[in-house]
């Protein structure tokens, strides 16, 4: 079966960087879209971006544009989100998802999900 699984967060100062990876196994990915979403308590899930396993094409979320860029190594079946100038409103727990969605931005759409990590930005 699918498995994902998150690792990288952690707690850093608003203007650092930091790097989520989510290491996939349980099947080929081929055709697939790989997403990170966040969430913070009392908030809906929020999409912050995705790549296309195959073509490697990617989609941000407006927050993040500029800032975070999403990639993968088609080798070790792991995708990264590299996080720059990170802000306080960055905090979240962070998940990877996986599927082959209708739309690429919405959470309901994957049916594969990690158990996230936690990131934590202090001023």
């Known amino acids: 079966q699918v498995q994902l699984v998150e690792s990288g967060g952690g707690l850093v100062q608003a203007g650092d960087s930091l790097r989520l990876s989510c290491a996939a196994s349980g099947r080929t990915f081929t055709g697939y879209v790989m997403g990170w979403f966040r969430q913070t308590p009392g908030k809906e899930r929020e999409f912050v971006a995705s790549?296309?396993?195959?073509?490697?094409?990617?989609n941000y979320a407006e927050a993040v544009k500029g800032r975070f860029i999403i990639f993968r190594n088609m080798a070790t079946n792991t995708v990264y989100l590299q996080m720059n100038r990170l802000q306080l409103e960055d905090t979240a727990v962070y998940y990877c998802?996986?599927?082959?969605?209708?739309?690429w931005g919405r959470g309901r759409d994957y049916g594969y999900w990690g158990q996230g990590t936690q990131v934590k930005i202090s001023s």
């Open positions: 998802a996986a599927d082959i969605p209708l739309t």
């Open positions: 790549i296309n396993w195959s073509g490697g094409s990617t």
